[in-house]
Nanobody, 124 residues
Framework: QLQLVESGGGLVQPGGSLRLSCTAS????????IGWFRQAPGKEREGVSC????????NYADSVKGRFTISRDNAKNTVYLQMNSLKPEDTAVYYC?????????????????WGQGTQVTVSS
């Protein structure tokens, strides 16, 4: 069974940091673009960042540039999203997805496999 699992979410104060992880079971992430998306209550799903299969190319939403960093360790079959300087508006459920295109448009339909999400809450 092909599955993506996110972890690392939680409650953090504004200005704090979290590192999200996305691991795969049933398949290897080596050949896939991996994207991170988020969805806040009452809002549409938003693309946050993506990374090419080799890790040599990345894209970020303007809202997170300079604060978030995506990386991957194919040996561990894991992709990370390091989130620094978190703001209350970063509060959302964060999803990772595996697909074939990493673009600045962050289109959900470029991704075939999705995780169940992990909650990130930024609040004092």
């Amino acid at each position: 069974q092909l599955q993506l699992v996110e972890s690392g979410g939680g409650l953090v104060q504004p200005g704090g940091s979290l590192r999200l992880s996305c691991t795969a079971s049933g398949f290897t992430l080596d050949y896939y673009v991996i994207g991170w998306f988020r969805q806040a209550p009452g809002k549409e799903r938003e693309g946050v960042s993506c990374i090419s299969s080799s890790g040599g190319s990345t894209n970020y939403a303007d809202s997170v540039k300079g604060r978030f960093t995506i990386s991957r360790d194919n040996a561990k079959n894991t992709v990370y999203l390091q989130m620094n300087s978190l703001k209350p508006e970063d509060t959302a459920v964060y999803y990772c997805a595996a697909g074939y295109r990493c673009s600045a448009a962050h289109r959900p339909y470029d991704y075939d496999y999705w995780g169940q999400g992990t909650q990130v809450t930024v609040s004092s």
